[in-house]
């Protein structure tokens, strides 16, 4: 079972990349790159629905708001 998550991924001030999940308030993560951004997104929300968000974990799969 897959699991979907829209995030936006936004530059800070400091160059960094945050990233965050409207549907998942508490997952904020961040990355010196977007790719390393994105890539801790994942590990983020595999750790909130581990807490709890979700009976059964199946694979995360994530996508920019904006693509949709």
Do not use: C
Not at 11 to 32: K, M, S
């Amino acid at each position: 079972m897959a699991f979907g998550y829209r995030y936006k991924l936004e530059r800070e001030q400091n160059g960094w990349w945050l990233v965050r999940f409207p549907g998942i308030p508490e997952a904020l993560t961040e990355g010196e790159t977007d790719r390393e951004a994105r890539r801790n997104a994942v590990k983020r929300v595999r750790f909130s629905a581990e807490r709890g968000r979700h009976d059964r974990l199946g694979s995360v799969v994530i996508w920019e708001a904006s693509m949709l």
